[in-house]
């Protein structure tokens, strides 16, 4: 087996606009699309920073807020739509271990006593740690 190391050390790492074929390229936002996006991101950012605040009253280890945080957008979910009750409830699935389900149930609870409408309707958000209900 032959390995052609040199290659790899002589293939450009960076390659400049002008230079990327015209099907590649793209546009630049406009600077009020800009100021758009960089608004909609700071909006995420303090609204995680808001859970982990939540999430770091339950936790020992308030360096692991953050993973956690990534585990929940990651983990599968149930939508649950109730027309009559107008709710839709989200049900979160079970998570690494008992600790850090007891610290969803805690940001669930938290998320629920702000009775957030689903944008665009009339239903109310319902958050559930599906592991707790199993207990």
């Not at 956690?68 to 839709?88: G, Q, S």
Request: aromatic share 6%; hydrophobic share 35%.
């Amino acid at each position: 087996m032959v390995v052609d190391t040199g290659s790899r050390s002589i293939t450009k790492k960076h390659i400049p606009f002008n230079e990327l074929p015209e099907e590649a390229r793209f546009e630049r936002l406009s600077t009020q699309s800009k100021h758009f996006v960089d608004t909609i991101k700071m909006i995420a950012y303090r609204t995680e920073t808001a859970m982990a605040r939540v999430l770091r009253e339950k936790m020992t280890r308030h360096d692991d807020v953050r993973s956690l945080l990534r585990a929940i957008y990651h983990t599968e979910i149930d939508l649950v739509p109730n027309a009559h009750d107008k709710t839709l409830t989200v049900r979160l699935h079970p998570l690494a271990n008992e600790s850090t389900d007891e610290a969803v149930h805690h940001l669930c609870a938290e998320l629920n006593a702000t009775k957030t409408l689903f944008p665009g309707t009339d239903m109310r958000l319902i958050y559930q740690s599906v592991s707790l209900q199993n207990r």
